[in-house]
Nanobody, 124 residues
Framework: QVQLVESGGGLVQSGGSLRLSCAAS????????MAWFRQAPGKEREFVAA????????EYADSVKGRFTISRDNAKKTEYLQMNSLKPEDTAVYYC?????????????????WGQGTQVTVSS
């Protein structure tokens, strides 16, 4: 089992930055493929970014490429999402997800473990 707890969300102006953290506990963090998803009010959950177990392979949604960066610190058992140049359309609840997959899924069904979410609100 893996437990995930997100933090770092908040209110920021358009063009600003936030860094989300996902602290993992339970089984060995370094054996998990990690990802971030988000869900805006009235919309379906969507993929944001994902990173392989080794940290070498990363995937990003087109809407965040060049603005968001996913990274991990295995020693701290923490996954990060650095979000720059934020836009009002980035407003959503952001969820951290993990799985033991050897690939890097970009669909929610590919992840077994989920955090409770953290709210990100970008004002115009």
């Amino acid at each position: 089992q893996v437990q995930l707890v997100e933090s770092g969300g908040g209110l920021v102006q358009s063009g600003g930055s936030l860094r989300l953290s996902c602290a993992a506990s339970g089984r060995t963090f370094s054996f998990s493929t990690m990802a971030w998803f988000r869900q805006a009010p009235g919309k379906e959950r969507e993929f944001v970014a994902a990173q392989s177990k080794s940290g070498v392979v990363t995937e990003y949604a087109d809407s965040v490429k060049g603005r968001f960066t996913i990274s991990r610190d295995n020693a701290k058992k923490t996954e990060y999402l650095q979000m720059n140049s934020l836009k009002p359309e980035d407003t959503a609840v952001y969820y951290c997800a993990a799985d033991d997959s050897v690939v890097v899924p970009t669909k929610g069904s590919g992840y077994k473990y989920w955090g409770q979410g953290t709210q990100v609100t970008v004002s115009s």
